[in-house]
């Protein structure tokens, strides 16, 4: 197939379902680049460089309360929760692949998590939230909602991610009701599609509209993924 009708193919893919995965494009710096060029611009994190490695290696301890770098699961998240405003884009490739099985990436829509909270809750959009990410010497972070309009798509995003370094702390009891809600549905498996990456294969996410997470890695190998941010 010639590489604009790909292309097209993979945007159509991207816009219905917030995600898409490119199948062996290789595990070379170089690669990912060429791909992100025509994607967006790179951007920088304020803990994180906007091309990284996410690595765990069985041979080398893990840094102290770090999931990313942990065998641990992650739960599903969107990156840059505590930003004033998170990246659009988040590629993730694999530059090697845990045992079959392990370290599998979930995938939540956004928009689903919206739909089932509005089904019973109104306006969940109005609820406020301070989002903070806490190290050993800062603490960040941003007020504002879960849910938030997308103006070029007039669609909804999602912000969501609560673990050991990350908090979400509801600013009313009725932002405390819509938090309980999300996290039950982002929790419930019925919610999450599962991708298994292999060495040499990326995923490019829609981070206003999914979260994105793994499975615990087996903990006996190592596992690399590159990890890009853009707008
Ligand atoms: O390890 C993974 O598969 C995902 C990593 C991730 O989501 C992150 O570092 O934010
Ligand atoms: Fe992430």
Same mark, same amino acid.
């Given at each position: 197939?010639?590489?604009?009708?790909?292309?097209?193919?993979?945007?159509?893919?991207?816009?219905?379902?917030?995600?898409?995965?490119?199948?062996?494009?290789?595990?070379?710096?170089?690669?990912?680049?060429?791909?992100?060029?025509?994607?967006?611009?790179?951007?920088?994190?304020?803990?994180? *460089?906007?091309?990284? +490695?996410?690595?765990?290696?069985?041979?080398?301890?893990?840094?102290?309360?770090?999931?990313?770098?942990?065998?641990? *699961?992650?739960?599903?998240?969107?990156?840059?929760?505590? *930003?004033?405003?998170?990246?659009?884009?988040? +590629? +993730?490739?694999?530059?090697?692949?845990?045992?079959?099985?392990?370290?599998?990436?979930?995938?939540?829509?956004?928009?689903?998590?919206?739909?089932?909270?509005?089904?019973?809750?109104?306006?969940?959009?109005?609820?406020?939230?301070?989002?903070?990410?806490?190290?050993?010497?800062?603490?960040?972070?941003?007020?504002?909602?879960?849910?938030?309009?997308?103006?070029?798509?007039?669609?909804?995003?999602?912000?969501?991610?609560?673990?050991?370094?990350?908090?979400?702390?509801?600013?009313?009891?009725?932002?405390?009701?819509?938090?309980?809600?999300?996290?039950?549905?982002?929790?419930?498996?019925?919610?999450?599609?599962?991708?298994?990456?292999?060495?040499?294969?990326?995923?490019?996410?829609?981070?206003?509209?999914?979260?994105?997470?793994?499975?615990?890695?087996?903990?006996?190998?190592?596992?690399?993924?590159?990890?890009?941010?853009?707008?």
């Amino acid at each position: 197939m010639n590489e604009a009708l790909c292309w097209n193919e993979s945007f159509e893919c991207l816009l219905k379902q917030g995600f898409y995965v490119f199948r062996e494009i290789g595990t070379s710096e170089e690669t990912l680049r060429r791909l992100l060029s025509k994607i967006g611009v790179c951007v920088n994190g304020i803990f994180e *460089e906007a091309i990284g +490695l996410v690595k765990f290696d069985p041979c080398i301890p893990t840094r102290p309360n770090s999931i990313a770098y942990s065998a641990s *699961e992650m739960r599903p998240h969107t990156d840059g929760t505590f *930003e004033q405003i998170p990246p659009k884009h988040i +590629l +993730l490739q694999c530059v090697q692949s845990d045992q079959y099985g392990y370290g599998v990436t979930t995938i939540v829509d956004g928009n689903t998590i919206y739909d089932i909270v509005s089904s019973t809750t109104k306006n969940p959009e109005s609820a406020l939230f301070v989002f903070s990410r806490r190290e050993k010497f800062t603490n960040v972070e941003v007020t504002g909602s879960i849910f938030f309009p997308i103006e070029e798509t007039g669609g909804i995003g999602i912000r969501f991610r609560s673990d050991t370094k990350y908090s979400i702390k509801p600013l009313s009891p009725f932002a405390n009701h819509v938090l309980n809600l999300v996290q039950t549905a982002v929790n419930d498996i019925q919610n999450s599609q599962q991708v298994y990456l292999r060495t040499g294969d990326a995923i490019w996410l829609l981070n206003h509209r999914v979260l994105h997470g793994r499975t615990a890695l087996s903990g006996l190998s190592r596992r690399i993924l590159r990890r890009a941010r853009l707008n």
